[in-house]
């Protein structure tokens, strides 16, 4: 188990280290200068003021020796200054994060009791009519686009009903985008659970339990659910890394105050120095969340855990 | 012999089960009535379809309740009370199954819960037909595994079902069944997935306990040799019909009914089948040799750490010698993890060899690559065991066998369809036949494909690796049959590799017996099989159930509990080596100069 644990600190470590890498040289695979393209809406800065801007970024020098300079920022907690307004970009970041944590936190969850719940009652049921049901549900939550399926809640339970506000930061605001984000997760993780516990429920031991004379629950949530956890959380990881993605779209649409819709910003307003620190935090959460998923597989399969 | 004082615990009449198919109904057991009587084992015979199994789950209401339709009656005698069991609801099922009917299964390595410790697993029964607390369910499942001779009982009951081998797994699941002291033990195929060393143990387990709890046994099995060392009585069956039941010895020495005497006639009997020496292979020595072996040595990588560094090996082959003679047939015989099919893949370059060499019709093939060894592959040819797992069930049957031929160009496109016709015909299948698909086949038929496939392109060497395993007696025959013509009409050599020494003496003029990699014996098959020398060999022909119940006396010899040990070894050890001695002037019978090292050190029974 711990040498497990250490392989996967280890290789989450260099996952962040390479992003560091390709962070710091993404800004030179912008075609042209990218202190130009930085400025061109402001055309009143002089090329003094650029070759200065040039200079405070660093960009005048080597490569390497922009990356020992970029690594021994970073180190410190200090991911530069933004371009429009001259703020920490680590404070921004941190002053929005809690809310994009808060929305993929909500949304994750959702994701996995909806589908988690659907995806077993489908594989139990295989081949009837709720299987049916369930699975075209879930054809629809995986080909529906996330930023129109927000569209048509937003006009229809905020705008026509009015049950939920368009926009703001509070508790009411959070239901429409959380389960907008969950909506497609939901439908990946109900098929994943339901082709895992189709095959469990194949399995010998489980006719074992049962001609033990165990009760259904006992056999379907000790035996079965217990066993077929493994797999599904294996996958739980990867999920969670493509929910990060659709929350920047879904925060955007909903006006959610979060990381995700600030990079947008930024990306309109050629922000780079903004734009690579919200990389980097979206990469650090990713990986620090499939660690976590690694630990829970490792608790959960005694093959991992007693080693 | 029983019959008339042992009280009947079970008594079942026309027991019939169905199963809906869309519009149609399919039934697999038509009316059986029978009777389990207490402290009796009654074996329950027949070939794979014949509904034994199924029969076996409708009596715990353990078929899918959807599409299976069970009628007739099961009346159960507890503690002098009569319950008709399939009439049961299924909560009050639930009260009988692990209680008074217990079941063990074929497969111990996929029948225990992977996530679940082997206490919990045993407790949960107890829990839960027993007023006990939790402390003492534990002692009592302590004492079972005990009972069911586990050295270091308590260790185990914190232990995974992957800490154990197969056949600790099986007797944790005879210690779970009896636990509750069940009036009827139902054991479906409980040996079949186990070495013969490993199935002599748990068939003299399973008769101990029933001893000594007065409990019935219904054994299901495929297997004559078992039935006529472990049982009392015989039913056998026959695609879901009675056939016939009565005591062993009668069955054995007169079965009234001709699908029986088929049945018995085709169990391949050690000691009784010499194969006839092929006449083209009698000057050995100066034929130059198909296949020349020398010292091979197959390992793999263990990675292990923070680094993945290996730090030990596994020696699946470990010096390995031999000869492959044009016509011949060697068999490889060995238990599961002995090395005898990864020798069998390293020879075809299949698998990398780490030492030694490989020369084939006298030319150095060892470490060739892929591209290499192509030209090459139209002379050595390969059948596996499973024949449902090696037909690509998206192409016809006629393209599978055409293919070699295609591949090797072997003859013009007019001819070749007319030539895969032949081949089918050779093989004892229509021509018609072409245009159908693998799954509309027997498990038999698709054998005879895999061979139609094999011999396509005239091969000097097939490798045939377990390729009768799969199949039931009766078919198993048959394919012997038709391997043994193909290699007199073609000349074909076989390296034949099995687990079954009743089949490998058929079949074989020369043995080599591997035993951790190593083969310890080696020679004549008569020989080795009538004269083993090596401890080992003595070990593994011991253990063999006899098909006769009079000479049957597997379960009355005291027996060695060891397991084979692992053949995984630090990168730093120091491997022997190892040498082999000829015993004999006339021909050949190598042995191994280890014998007394390989020795079964610990010949007691009760290792509790």
Known sequence: ?307 | MAETQSPVVLSVADLSVSFKQGASVKTVVKAMSFDVLAGETLAVVGESGSGKSVMSRALLGLLPAGSADVSGQAMLSKQGEQVELLSLSDQSLRKVRGNHIAMIFQEPMTALTPVLSIGEQLMEGILTHQPLSRSEAFELAVSMLQEARIPEARKRMAQYPHQLSGGMRQRVMIAMALACRPRILIADEPTTALDVTVQAQILKLINTLKTQYNTAVMLITHDMGVVAEAADRVLVMRRGDFVEAGSVQQVFSKPKQAYTQTLLASVPKLGSSAKQPIATIAENDAAVPLFDVADLCVQFDVREGLFNRVRSRVHAVEQVSLKLFPGETLALVGESGSGKSTLGRALLNLVPSSAGAIRFRGRDITGWSASMMRPLRKQIQMIFQDPFASLNPRKTVGALVEEPLKLFDICSDSERKQRVGELFERVGLSADDMTRYPHQFSGGQRQRICIARAIACEPRVIVADECLSALDVTVQAQVIELLQSLQQELGISLLFISHDLAVVEQISDRVAVMYMGRIVEMGDTARVINRPQHSYTQRLLEAVPVADPTKASLLNRPLNNSEIPSPVRSIFEEIPRHNMTNITSIGEHYVADDSAAVAPSDVTEDVA
């Open chain 1, 1 to 307: 188990m711990t040498t497990y644990l250490l392989q996967r600190l280890m290789s989450a470590a260099l996952t962040v280290w390479i992003t560091t890498l390709a962070i710091c040289f993404l800004i030179h695979l912008v075609p042209g200068d990218p202190v130009q393209i930085m400025y061109a809406q402001s055309a009143t800065t002089s090329p003094e003021q650029l070759e200065q801007i040039r200079h405070s970024l660093g960009l005048d020098r080597s490569i390497i020796h922009q990356y020992i300079i970029y690594m021994g920022k970073l180190l410190q907690g200090d991911m530069g200054v933004t371009i429009r307004g001259q703020q920490s970009v680590a404070e921004l970041l941190l002053l929005r994060l809690p809310n994009t944590l808060l929305l993929t936190l909500s949304a994750l969850t959702l994701a996995i009791v909806f589908g988690g719940v659907s995806g077993f009652i489908a594989a139990y049921k295989q081949g009837q009519w709720p299987d049916k049901v369930l699975m075209t549900g879930t054809v629809v939550g995986i080909s529906v686009p996330p930023f129109w399926l927000g569209l048509i809640v937003l006009s229809l339970f905020s705008v026509e009903l009015g049950w939920f506000p368009v926009a703001g930061q509070g508790l009411g605001s959070l239901v429409l985008p959380a389960v907008t984000l969950a909506a497609c997760q939901a439908a990946v993780i109900g098929r994943i659970v339901r082709s895992t516990m189709i095959d469990v429920f194949a399995q010998d031991y489980l006719l074992t339990a049962r001609a033990k004379g165990l009760s259904k629950p006992k056999v379907l949530l000790r035996h079965a659910l217990r066993s077929g956890l493994i797999p599904i959380v294996s996958v739980l990881g990867m999920q969670f890394a493509y929910m990060m993605g659709g929350a920047i779209v879904i925060e955007y649409v909903f006006s959610w105050n979060g990381v995700g819709r600030l990079a947008i910003q930024a990306i309109f307003q050629r922000d780079y120095p903004l734009i690579q620190g919200f990389v980097l935090c979206f990469s650090m959460i990713v990986v620090l969340v499939s660690v976590a998923m690694d630990l829970l597989y490792a608790f959960l399969d005694p093959r991992i855990r007693q080693e």
